[in-house]
């Protein structure tokens, strides 16, 4: 099929989708005018009944706490996954560390990014653990929060170097620590069991309303969450750069 | 206002296809699938919006004022992270075809065997 071809085709064929989905759409209530009653009942029922500000966490770590967990696997399988792909793989070693991109040399890293980095690292820091421990009271959480010094860890590779990163973490102490916070969610998943009641239930103290030792167990749940997704995301970011910095092909093989 | 609002993720979703049906490179592929998701994002965040609403948190609003639903904005997160692990597959997969074929046109791809 050529481009063109190809392109006459989708057009048709697109046009038809969006023509359908308007129509679809056509049915939902008018925009502003939802009224859920799922939704609205957690609005009313999750602050007395869990002692949490933020219903959207109730609703993650809490109410749905079990599709949270899948998600959790999710990305646990998929980190798994790049570091499966992006293994040095036949035909390849792993070189002296060095910045390396085809075709072309690699410009120093200049003065104003590396001021800005280092600027920048601190708060970053600071703020991911103030988004993970008020993610019951405030919006943010676990996802987040480790999103957030993920960035942190990113910003000490661009204000550096790679040999920089190594004397943060190891990989095998990032992989613990990203299986740790998915077994964590389990165990405190395990907890409600223990006592006598459902798996992912809320069973511990629900402490005063807004303050942060509050809403059971979505603090700890939020914990691991950030311990996971930090770890995660760190030994995503490794196996990239190992490609570029690290993985070369042997010598007198094509790749 | 409706229009708009249900139109955007309509847009998103067609505009993303066409990139992805177009593309002449993986990497521009994976991103116009990034766009493709977003609509879902938008279109939740559309449906679960109430007109003079508050955000679903309480932490300084009466716990009896109106919000907006918090269901589909915990999907929503869903569907971030969700996205996010499916880039981030492909993009290690697209790594491994550069190095394999020393190309990223999909077009080439085809036509090309592997070395």
Do not use: C
């Not at chain 1, 399988?77 to 040095?88: D, H, K, P």
């Not at chain 1, 939020?222 to 570029?244: D, K, M, P, R, Y």
């Amino acid at each position: 099929m050529t481009p063109r071809v190809r392109r006459v085709v989708f057009l048709v064929a697109a046009g038809a989708l969006a023509g359908v989905l308007a129509w679809g759409f056509g049915g939902l209530p008018r925009f502003g005018t939802f009224d859920g009653a799922y939704g609205q009942i957690l609005n009313h029922v999750a602050v007395p009944q869990r002692h949490i500000t933020d219903v959207v966490a109730a609703v993650n770590f809490d109410y749905r706490g079990f599709d949270t967990l899948g998600e959790e696997f999710i990305f646990f399988a998929a980190v798994l996954g790049v570091a499966l792909i992006l293994r040095t793989q036949r035909g390849e070693h792993a070189g002296h560390l060095a910045d390396h991109a085809t075709g072309r040399a690699v410009p120093p890293t200049s003065d104003a990014v590396r001021v800005l980095g280092l600027l920048l690292t601190p708060p970053a820091v600071l703020f991911s653990i103030y988004v993970v421990t008020h993610g019951h009271l405030t919006p943010g959480g676990g996802f987040q929060g480790g999103v957030i010094l993920a960035t942190g860890v990113l910003l000490i590779y661009l204000a550096g170097e790679f040999d920089d990163l190594h004397g943060l973490y190891t990989e095998p102490a990032l992989e613990r620590g990203a299986a740790v916070g998915v077994a964590g969610y389990v165990a405190i998943g395990l907890l409600g069991m223990a006592a006598g009641t459902a798996f992912l239930d809320n069973v511990l103290p629900l402490g005063r309303l807004g303050s942060i030792f509050s809403a059971g167990t979505v603090p700890l749940i939020n914990l691991s969450v950030g311990l996971e997704i930090a770890a995660g995301l760190v030994l995503l970011l490794t196996n990239f750069l190992h490609q570029t910095i690290v993985i070369r092909p042997v010598v007198g093989r094509s790749a | 206002m409706s229009v708009l609002a249900y139109g955007v993720p309509i847009w998103l979703l067609v505009v993303g296809l066409y990139g992805i049906v177009t593309s002449r490179n993986l990497l521009h592929q994976i991103i116009s699938l990034s766009v493709v998701q977003a609509s879902t994002s938008v279109l939740l965040l559309t449906v679960g919006f109430r007109a003079g609403a508050a955000a679903p948190v309480f932490a300084d609003i009466p716990a009896t004022r109106p919000a907006v639903d918090p269901v589909v904005q915990a999907l929503s997160l869903t569907d971030a992270v969700v996205g996010a692990t499916v880039s981030a597959l492909l993009l290690a997969v697209a790594v491994q075809v550069h190095k394999r074929t020393g190309t990223l046109d999909p077009d080439a791809l085809r036509r090309r065997p592997e070395r």
